[in-house]
Each structure stands twice: as C-alpha cells, then as structure tokens.
C-alpha cells in the first residue's frame, strides 16, 4: 500500500528558530513523487515544495526544503527562520499512479501536522 | 493567470438531499481532482477527470459522481447526503504538461444537519 505517515500531530517553535517537520512514506513503486502542502485556517492547500525518487539533490524553495533519505522513505520538511505567518497544518503527499489514467495522478496525504510558531 | 476558484465558500444541508458543488479550474489546466477532508484529516482523493472523461477514482461510493465541462470547469454531485459527508470538499487543477503540480482551490465547507 501507498501510505504516508506523519507522526507529529503538533509542533512548536519559536520566532525565526527552523523547524523540522517528519513525513514518511511507504511505496514499492520505483518511480513516485513527494509534496507538501501548507494548510492555514482559510483551508487552501498551498503547494511548498516537490521531491521526485529519482532527482539525486534535495528540494529547495526559499525557506523550505526537504530532507530526502530515499533508504530510510523519509521526505521531512524543514523551516528555516520561521515566521508568525508560518503557523498552518502542513501536510505531506505522494503522487499515486492510478490504472487506466491518461494523464495526472491523485495525491495520498498524510494526517498532517499543526505548527504553531510563537514570538 | 487566474486561481482555481470554487463555489459556493460554505453549504448546509440536512441528511438524504442532494448536493452540486464547483470548480473553475485554472488558466490552461485540463485535469482537475476533488478530495474530501474531514475535520482533523488530511485529503482523500475522489475522483479525477481529464479532457470531460473520469480518469481515476478513489474509495467513494457511487452517490459521488463528477462532471467536467468543455471550458475545464468541473462539478461534483453527492446524492443520498450522510452525516459523515460534512467535510472541506477541495478541487485541484493541474496542466497535462506539469503534472508535478496540483493547484488547489479555497475549498467548499459542507455540513450535513
């Protein structure tokens, strides 16, 4: 099964101190992509940042980037400098093939984490 | 270039209706998706379509069922309405040429009375 498992409900962490978030992933597919997303309250899942299996340096996008240990199925995500404006759930995905598709790819989403970035 | 927007922002309805909710995709998106999400979860994948034809599909049953328009815009239809539906209804369009990105929209709140 395609599954993805974040175990930290809720973190804290102060103002302009980085932060890592944990997101593991369990896949036999070769060929599989990774995603977060950033959830505030409004509810729009705003898309962070990509890894894909066979892209052989981490992902980095301004502040985030991604910690991939392809041998350990783990794609955690870190924060540097965090700001108020981070405080969100942040979920972890992976693209899933489906049969018969002709072109793009559902997303599974972990359970997510809530930040909570205090001053 | 616009967002995907999706309409109406919030929606009360009471157990056995039926329910239409919408999406416009983005500028140039042909392939949208819809998910729900249950208060406290991450999103569940529904269903995908692409080019008006339904491409995929996850564990809904078939009360959930799909539209998607010559202009890329989509509906999604639940009929026989439950308690457990009351969900944030998400929809998420992404280009056939960049299909590392999904696009998400505000998202529908539906609760069910």
């Known amino acids: 099964a395609q599954k993805i498992t974040q175990t930290q409900p809720g973190m804290f962490v102060q103002e302009k101190e980085a932060v890592t978030l944990d997101c593991t992933y369990d896949?036999?597919?070769?060929?599989?992509?990774l995603f977060w997303y950033k959830q505030p309250s409004s509810g729009e899942m705003i898309f962070l940042i990509y890894?894909?299996?066979?892209?052989?340096q981490n992902a980095t996008e301004g502040r985030y980037s991604l910690n991939f240990q392809k041998a350990r199925k783990s794609a955690n995500l870190v924060i540097s400098a965090s700001q108020l404006g981070d405080s969100a759930m942040y979920f972890c995905?992976?693209?899933?093939?489906?049969?018969?598709?002709?072109?793009?790819?559902?997303?599974?989403f972990g359970k997510g984490t809530s930040l909570l970035v205090t001053p | 270039e616009t967002g995907v927007t999706q309409s109406p922002t919030h929606l009360i309805k009471t157990r056995g209706q039926q329910v239409t909710l919408r999406c416009s995709s983005q500028?140039?998106?042909?392939?949208v998706s819809w998910y729900q999400q249950a208060l406290g979860q991450g999103p569940q994948f529904i269903f995908q379509?692409?080019?008006?034809?339904?491409?995929g599909r996850g564990n809904f049953p078939p009360r959930f069922s799909g539209l998607q328009f010559p202009n890329y815009s989509s509906e999604l239809n639940v009929n026989a309405l439950e308690l457990d539906d009351s969900a944030l209804y998400l929809c998420?369009?992404?280009?056939?040429?960049?299909?590392?990105?999904?696009?998400f929209g505000p998202g529908t709140r539906l609760t069910v009375l």
């Open positions: 998420a369009s992404s280009p056939a040429s960049r299909n590392n990105e999904q696009f």
């Open positions: 896949t036999s597919d070769p060929s599989y992509g």
């Open positions: 890894q894909g299996s066979y892209d052989q």
């Open positions: 995905a992976m693209r899933v093939p489906y049969p018969n598709s002709n072109s793009g790819y559902a997303l599974n």
């Open positions: 500028s140039g998106h042909n392939t």
């Open positions: 379509y692409y080019r008006e034809e339904e491409n």
